[in-house]
């Protein structure tokens, strides 16, 4: 089928409750999808979605969109396809409700053709509904948040989701290709026709080709499947992520009746507890990182260029795979993944029958779990960047009998559709003993509070700080989750490392770090590394995201809280920012990974010397990567130093401030407590080989102007540039303790699709015309229209002068 963009000339606008109706009355404001109507609102720390949904607020939001239909078109088919609407969608067309879907990550595909008035004006309305809140334990977003897409197809035609390819079988010079082909047939008399199948290269040639005739009966669906074998197959991998296309043509003689394409690699998975995860017969360990769906300045809204980008960052920090979590990713990020090479662990549910929040998805798996397992298979099967499946996270009824049976069935499910790829679950070990805690804390010689910790399974965790590693490996903990765990391929564990070890006892499994703690990568990594079972780590998080709000914020109170209070809305714990820039605990995984020989330099701030900071367990002391403390000459302060080598040193200004142990016995990271003087602090990295790294930095001087610097010069139409403004000198050292307010104008081809910092306590929206820098830095996100052209990016701050730069739309 012809696939259109469906996503320009959309109005959207909020209704009162009680007011909405099937035909809209009146005009909403024009936008182009894929849109968040949520990150467009104001804050207020009063809203019910609280600390997890960074105090935004819920809503009812309509859309609409006019489109015409000609009269001659009266004969072919016409499919509406929604990726994602926030947190429901009901979609009417003409006034006729047309499909409804719950949830907010599942695809709906739609039939329109019997509510169509052919030459004529036709009307879509889609109610996106996000009034019940709270719902989730992050931020969701609200209305159409991912792309639309119309289908048209004739009496014959290949089904709307194309082929579907497998390479069940690959050997030494020669790969088979498994085609499935769905073709649809309206008419009640019999046709023969031809399906041609085309395999083809990187670099345009034809790898290999097969055509078979098909004799389709009337008002019927007929499947086919073909077998097609590529000489020499160039394979997918994480370091060479190489593409074939399939391309299927349906003929009639020498008319061609439908087409559809379909990108896919040819790669081969193997896993078992002696070798762990195998990639086309090499071993890889797991460089993991969890992310949420949001895409920070964005809010939840799903752009192509936004999705791409955050994977190549990643890739570039030294990560070869993503935790989609708690729910099923976007086409456009496993696209990204393909071209890139990042391995995927798609997840389906943060819940099954019982609640985490009061409005949450739990009300509703049981009607829509199998239909949600098979649109992502259906999404996914394509995609040689998707490794293995999971069923859920921290599953609450996982530890019970009755919650053994519920992963039974959901990982059958996914079996029966899907035999390629592996069958996980991200299994939390403390939920099975909240109920006992004090008893077990008992047990293993921990003093028991006399009240134990409140609040849910986060705040416990937060409370016991590190101690849920240790207490997992309780023999309550496996007692209680031994069937689920025979349940699944692999299993993923949750703040479990105490556990690893004991995993020897039973032969059988494989697992890995579903979820950790970003301090404990070094004692994490070296387990995946002594461990033949454990095929990696996951960090939480990679990307920092928005909602549960300051779950990686270091306060100075005294106060040991999970959540923070509004107008904290970020959680702040991830190792790249909501606009891409790494923070320190990115190059310390770097390092512990071993992709990274020079030190890297935090600085802990001088303000804070001498208080306690509260860190929850999802955050190490507040650090930046600065000598740039005015006001503070004279004054003791931190530095860390991270490092892989036996011992490094610190200088300041050329003066030794300490030689120090590193390396993997201090978890590859070393603290020295010097005294802030103006100029360049250095590290050295000394290596029993008599090798040196080095890695400085310098104070910024106080003259300072505005940069700003676009990630591309040149974008599509309907594209993203990111454009970082930044304070910094004459040498270019990014000055961080003189924040400024930043103005945006743009001009051209352009307009803001978000502007923001990584301040995780600003009060100011991503919406606004002006950004107070974070550090130094803050970021404009602008999108492309349809027009080609120039848009011109202006930034202006008090006391500088104005700088621009010109961005070319193709």
């Not at 019970?400 to 039974?408: H, I, K, L, M």
């Not at 050329?654 to 100029?679: H, N």
């Amino acid at each position: 089928m012809q696939r259109l963009n469906f996503n320009r000339d959309w109005t959207v606008k909020k209704v009162p409750r009680g007011l909405a109706a099937s035909v809209p009355e009146s005009e909403g404001h024009k936008v182009t999808l894929p849109h968040d109507a949520m990150v467009w609102e104001e804050r207020s720390g009063a809203y019910a979605s609280g600390s997890a949904g960074g105090y935004y607020a819920g809503g009812y939001y309509e859309y609409v969109k006019n489109f015409y239909v000609d009269e001659a078109e009266t004969e072919e088919t016409f499919l509406l396809e929604f990726e994602g609407i926030q947190h429901s969608g009901h979609v009417y067309v003409n006034g006729a409700l047309a499909g409804s879907v719950e949830g907010g990550y599942r695809r709906l595909l739609l039939d329109i053709t019997p509510y169509l008035r052919f030459g004529a004006e036709n009307l879509v309305l889609v109610k996106a509904i996000n009034t019940a809140i709270p719902n989730s334990r992050w931020y969701t977003g609200s209305g159409i948040y991912r792309p639309v897409y119309l289908y048209k197809g004739g009496k014959i035609r290949i089904d709307a989701d194309g082929p579907r390819i497998s390479t069940p079988e690959i050997s030494e010079g020669i790969a088979a290709v498994k085609v499935e082909t769905t073709v649809r047939y309206d008419e009640k008399i019999r046709k023969t026709v031809v399906l041609k199948t085309e395999i083809i290269a990187q670099n345009g040639s034809i790898a290999a080709s097969e055509s078979s005739p098909m004799t389709l009966f009337g008002q019927d669906k007929t499947l086919q499947t073909q077998r097609i074998y590529v000489k020499e197959p160039a394979l997918w991998s994480v370091d060479s992520p190489c593409l074939y296309r399939c391309r299927v043509t349906l003929w009639d003689g020498e008319t061609v009746l439908d087409t559809a394409e379909s990108s896919f690699g040819i790669r081969r998975l193997e896993l078992d507890p002696v070798n762990g995860l195998r990639l086309n017969g090499e071993k890889i360990l797991l460089r993991g990182g969890c992310i949420h769906h949001d895409n920070g300045p964005l809010g939840a809204a799903t752009l192509e260029r936004a999705e791409e980008r955050r994977i190549e960052l990643l890739k570039k920090a030294g990560f070869n795979s993503v935790r989609i979590s708690h729910n099923s990713s976007s086409k456009a990020l496993l696209d990204a993944c393909d071209r890139l090479g990042m391995l995927v662990m798609e997840e389906s549910f943060d819940m099954w029958t019982q609640t985490k929040r009061p409005f949450d998805y739990s009300l509703v798996f049981a009607d829509n779990w199998e239909k949600d397992l098979e649109d992502i298979v259906q999404k996914d099967f394509n995609h040689p960047c998707v490794f293995m499946y999971s069923t859920g996270n921290e599953i609450k009824e996982i530890h019970t009998p009755a919650g053994a049976q519920w992963s039974r069935r959901l990982a059958e499910k996914i079996r029966s559709l899907d035999t390629t790829r592996y069958v996980t679950n991200a299994i939390n070990g403390m939920i099975g003993i909240m109920g006992d805690l004090p008893v077990v804390m008992e047990d293993m010689g921990m003093t028991v509070p006399e009240r134990t910790p409140g609040g849910g399974i986060n705040d416990t965790m937060t409370a016991l700080m590190g101690a849920m590693n240790y207490l997992s490996s309780h023999p309550k903990v496996e007692e209680g989750l031994k069937e689920a765990y025979g349940t699944l391929d692999l299993i993923g564990l949750n703040y479990m490392r105490d556990v690893y070890d004991q995993m020897k006892e039973y032969p059988n499994r494989v697992f890995y770090g579903a979820e950790t703690l970003p301090p404990d990568i070094a004692p994490n990594w070296k387990k995946v590394k002594e461990l033949p079972a454990c095929i990696g780590d996951y960090t939480w998080t990679a990307w920092d995201y928005l909602g549960e709000a300051g779950i990686g914020i270091v306060t100075y109170d005294g106060r040991l809280k999970f959540a923070k209070p509004y107008p904290a809305y970020l959680a702040f714990c991830g190792d790249l920012d909501i606009t891409g820039y790494r923070r320190p605990m990115s190059y310390l995984r770097e390092i512990v990974f071993g992709l990274r020989k020079a030190p890297y330099i935090a600085v802990q701030p001088p303000e804070h010397y001498g208080i306690e900071p509260m860190c929850t367990p999802w955050s190490l002391p507040e650090t930046v990567s600065s000598w740039t403390w005015k006001g503070y000459e004279g004054k003791h302060c931190v530095v860390e130093v991270y490092s892989d080598a036996p011992e490094v040193e610190l200088f300041v200004n050329g003066d030794s401030a300490g030689r120090k142990p590193a390396g993997e016995a201090q978890d590859y990271r070393v603290l020295f407590d010097t005294v802030y003087a103006p100029g360049e602090i250095k590290a050295a990295a000394y290596y029993e080989d008599g090798a040196r790294e080095e890695y400085c930095l310098c104070t910024a001087e106080d003259e300072v102007s505005l940069c700003m610097t676009p990630d591309r010069a040149r974008i599509g139409k309907d594209d993203l540039v990111y454009a970082a403004i930044e304070l910094r000198d004459a040498k270019g050292t990014l000055q961080t303790a003189a924040d400024r307010k930043v103005c945006l104008k743009v001009e051209g081809a352009g307009y803001v699709q978000g502007f923001g910092s990584a301040d995780p306590w600003s009060e100011e929206n991503f919406f606004d015309e002006s950004r107070t820098t974070y550090y130094g830095r803050v970021m404009a996100v602008v999108r492309s229209g349809e027009d080609s052209g120039t848009i011109r990016l202006i930034a202006q701050a008090a006391g500088f002068e104005a700088v621009s730069v010109e961005i070319e739309v193709e």
